[in-house]
């Protein structure tokens, strides 16, 4: 999802509907529910669903999707400067569908079809600290639009863009904490459909999919800066792209979602759809990459995930997990998961409307390796919000 599963973005429900002409400052103008087209818009107005099977194309299929409400594009990575500092590094995008359908006959210009969030984070992994920035803003051409024939992804000066050689480039910066990132990061093994030929099922009704494609091993290069102080950087990255309409169960009220880097070569993508029960949705599952390319879809019927130690927002007072056991017989796995820092909380209720946990994680037991975590519901359901 964004942690996968779905994530954030029927809350992305956004931004406006004002038709205040754009500045060039960010802003965080106030969300709104999206909505369908007005009474007089045509009966086939309404948003698009991902019913399987689906056919790709890329890289037409890394740009935008608008005929589905929300979609989202997110990478992660862990770098280090020379100076032997580390730093877990986020750049998420989102895009929110306010009003299906193409525009009336007469309809302002102006009227706010769509919006866009974004989230920029760094973890200073030696100093144990995060600092975020948020962004919203309705689709304005040239400041927050995304391509539907490329990746190219842009908000209020923040980007991601897939450049002529394959690379993805990402720029982002915000003035007010000093942080800015520079990175390149260029994939190392071939892109990934996860679910069924990339249509990743989050509940039993139909439609209740996403299509989730991502990138689990790139190299990262770059500049990134943090109060000011810039570093050049090196390390690894993950990159997913997810786009749908509906997509989790009325009973779900969180996941919990990981991506590793294993190293000895594999990585892993694993999501666990939780229920007020606390039984994990029977949609819950994931995705082995083998060294080579070749992908193992994964139930997580088959395999088992623990909870083995919490730590305690003293913000929010939400307990999240702080480390797992992580095992998949059938493969081998026995993993210990563990969070790099802490505190990786992250208080999005200006863009997304959420709260939730996301940062770095350590791999050891059965083999060790790296990645990010993403815990979703632990300060609050969001049992129909996505």
């Given at each position: 999802?964004?942690?996968?599963?779905?994530?954030?973005?029927?809350?992305?429900?956004?931004?406006?509907?004002?038709?205040?002409?754009?500045?060039?400052?960010?802003s965080?103008?106030?969300?709104?529910?999206?909505?369908?087209?007005p009474?007089?818009?045509?009966?086939?107005?309404?948003?698009?669903?991902?019913?399987?099977?689906v056919?790709?194309?890329?890289?037409?299929?890394?740009?935008?999707?608008?005929?589905?409400?929300?979609?989202?594009?997110?990478?992660?990575?862990?770098?280090?400067?020379?100076?032997?500092?580390?730093?877990?590094?986020?750049?998420?995008?989102?895009?929110?569908?306010?009003?299906?359908?193409?525009?009336?006959?007469?309809?302002?210009?102006?009227?706010?079809?769509?919006?866009?969030?974004?989230?920029l984070?760094?973890?200073?992994?030696?100093?144990?600290?995060?600092?975020?920035?948020?962004?919203?803003?309705?689709?304005?051409?040239?400041?927050?639009?995304?391509?539907?024939?490329?990746?190219?992804?842009?908000?209020?000066?923040?980007?991601?863009?897939?450049?002529?050689?394959?690379?993805?480039?990402?720029?982002?910066?915000?003035?007010?904490?000093?942080?800015?990132?520079?990175?390149?990061?260029?994939?190392?093994?071939?892109?990934?459909?996860?679910?069924?030929?990339?249509?990743?099922?989050?509940?039993?009704?139909?439609?209740?999919?996403?299509?989730?494609?991502?990138?689990?091993?790139?190299?990262?290069?770059?500049?990134?800066?943090?109060?000011?102080?810039?570093?050049?950087?090196?390390?690894?990255?993950?990159?997913?792209?997810?786009?749908?309409?509906?997509?989790?169960?009325?009973?779900?009220v969180?996941w919990d979602?990981?991506?590793l880097?294993?190293d000895d070569g594999?990585?892993?993508?694993?999501?666990?759809?939780?229920?007020?029960?606390?039984?994990?949705?029977?949609?819950?599952?994931?995705?082995?990459?083998?060294?080579?390319?070749?992908?193992?879809?994964?139930?997580?019927?088959?395999?088992?995930?623990?909870?083995?130690?919490?730590?305690?927002?003293?913000?929010?007072?939400?307990?999240?997990?702080?480390?797992?056991?992580?095992?998949?017989?059938?493969?081998?796995?026995?993993?210990?998961?563990t969070?790099?820092?802490?505190?990786?909380?992250?208080?999005?209720r200006?863009?997304?409307?959420?709260?939730?946990?996301?940062?770095?994680?350590?791999?050891?037991?059965?083999?060790?390796?790296?990645?990010?975590a993403?815990?979703?519901?632990?300060?609050?359901?969001?049992?129909?919000?996505f």
């Amino acid at each position: 999802m964004h942690a996968s599963v779905t994530s954030f973005l029927a809350a992305v429900a956004a931004l406006v509907a004002s038709a205040r002409p754009p500045s060039h400052e960010p802003s965080h103008e106030p969300s709104l529910e999206p909505t369908q087209a007005p009474s007089r818009a045509p009966a086939q107005a309404t948003w698009k669903h991902v019913i399987a099977p689906v056919e790709l194309a890329y890289p037409r299929d890394h740009g935008a999707h608008p005929e589905y409400r929300s979609e989202w594009w997110y990478a992660t990575g862990e770098v280090a400067a020379a100076d032997g500092a580390r730093f877990g590094v986020q750049l998420t995008i989102f895009r929110q569908g306010l009003v299906a359908g193409a525009p009336l006959p007469g309809e302002s210009p102006l009227r706010a079809r769509q919006a866009f969030a974004g989230h920029l984070v760094i973890v200073d992994l030696g100093a144990g600290t995060t600092t975020h920035a948020e962004r919203s803003r309705r689709a304005v051409p040239g400041l927050a639009e995304a391509s539907t024939t490329a990746l190219d992804v842009r908000l209020d000066g923040w980007s991601m863009r897939l450049d002529e050689r394959g690379a993805l480039r990402l720029d982002a910066a915000d003035r007010a904490t000093g942080m800015r990132i520079a990175l390149e990061l260029a994939p190392e093994k071939p892109l990934v459909l996860h679910g069924d030929g990339g249509v990743s099922a989050k509940g039993g009704a139909s439609g209740n999919a996403s299509v989730y494609a991502s990138w689990t091993r790139m190299r990262a290069r770059g500049t990134l800066a943090i109060a000011g102080r810039e570093r050049t950087v090196d390390g690894a990255a993950w990159f997913d792209h997810e786009y749908g309409t509906s997509a989790l169960g009325a009973e779900v009220v969180g996941w919990d979602w990981f991506g590793l880097r294993l190293d000895d070569g594999r990585e892993l993508m694993l999501f666990r759809l939780r229920r007020a029960d606390g039984s994990a949705d029977p949609e819950s599952g994931g995705t082995l990459i083998a060294k080579d390319g070749s992908t193992r879809k994964l139930a997580l019927s088959r395999s088992s995930l623990e909870t083995r130690a919490t730590w305690t927002s003293p913000r929010t007072k939400a307990v999240y997990p702080a480390s797992f056991r992580l095992a998949c017989p059938e493969e081998g796995l026995d993993l210990v998961v563990t969070t790099r820092a802490q505190d990786c909380e992250l208080d999005t209720r200006a863009s997304t409307g959420v709260v939730y946990w996301e940062g770095p994680v350590a791999v050891t037991g059965s083999v060790t390796g790296s990645g990010y975590a993403e815990l979703t519901g632990y300060a609050g359901s969001i049992a129909k919000r996505f």
